[in-house]
């Protein structure tokens, strides 16, 4: 059996938590007496909502991308705030429209974040975790990893590959004191899903939902996480009435169409958010005085600097 982590001494590190389902996870981990370390590759936006956390929160900029920035990222957590307990790879972004419309370097963009970003993280704080016999990792997938989403086929792709890497990092390093949790929240309302209209009769979850599921799964560790909880039952009952049943479901509650028929006036400010050039580096590269990250935050540093 794996070590179970105690309430108020643990450190956790949580990406893309500048906003939405990850600010409302640091929340509400740091409700619980923990340490909470806030990164984002909006470095300016994480550093904000750390500082509105308190003086047991550390905010600092982060590209999952990119292996190095990741490392500095649980390196500058490690000096502020102590060994890393527990990591929540939260960041991704969901551009959605129909798949031949998709451009390559979209698609590219989504496998790096979602995909490269998760597989990053968790080699960047194994090592620690497996020389301490004790740690969890939360890899954020989605509904959209367990059944087809139209509209999303990427980001549907994206989110099952976090479904098996979860899986199989948990048997590949069965016994050795690590935990593995695999979050999949359905709608939960963040810009993300702006423009979108949801399902007919199942009301959107809020990040505040998301939140609470990691903090009971932080005390009472297990594999997957699903929000709102009923959607365990619904993805067990999929694989018994086959796929004309599930199909003919989602038509029937327009999970069919709610990445096909979007407010694109809506969504133009997530969309414009997640295609930037990721301007936090550009801050990177002329550090600002900001007395919340100490000057020698290497987790600021951008690859390119230090290559
Ligand atoms: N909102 C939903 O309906 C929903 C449903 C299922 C799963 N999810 C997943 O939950 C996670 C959080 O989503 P959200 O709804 O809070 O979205 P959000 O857009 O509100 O927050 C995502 C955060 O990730 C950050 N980010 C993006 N690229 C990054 C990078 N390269 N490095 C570091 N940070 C980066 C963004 O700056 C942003 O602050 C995502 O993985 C998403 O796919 C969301």
Known sequence: MATKLITGSRV???TGAARGIGLATAKAVYATGAKVA???IDEAGAKAA???LGDRAFGTFVDVTDFDSFAAFIAATEDALGPVDVLDNNAGIMPIG???????ETAERQLTINVLGVLNGMKAVLPG????????????ASAAGKTPVPGGLTYAATKAAIVSATETARVEYRNRGIHFTCVMPSFTN???IAGTNGTRFFKNAEPEDVAAAIVDAIENPRPDIYVPG?????FTAQKFVGRGVRDALNRAIKADRTFLEIDRTARAGYENRIAAPEPAKE????PSDDAVVPAADPAREPASARD
């Open 38 to 40: 806030i990164a984002d």
């Open 50 to 52: 750390a500082a509105s």
């Open 12 to 14: 956790v590190a949580i």
């Open 190 to 192: 963040t810009d993300l």
């Open 230 to 234: 009923t959607l365990k039952g619904m």
């Open 98 to 104: 129909p798949f031949l419309e998709e451009t390559p």
């Open 129 to 140: 975790m497996l020389a301490r016999g004790r740690g969890h990792i939360f890899n954020t």
């Open 283 to 286: 801050l990177a590269a002329a």
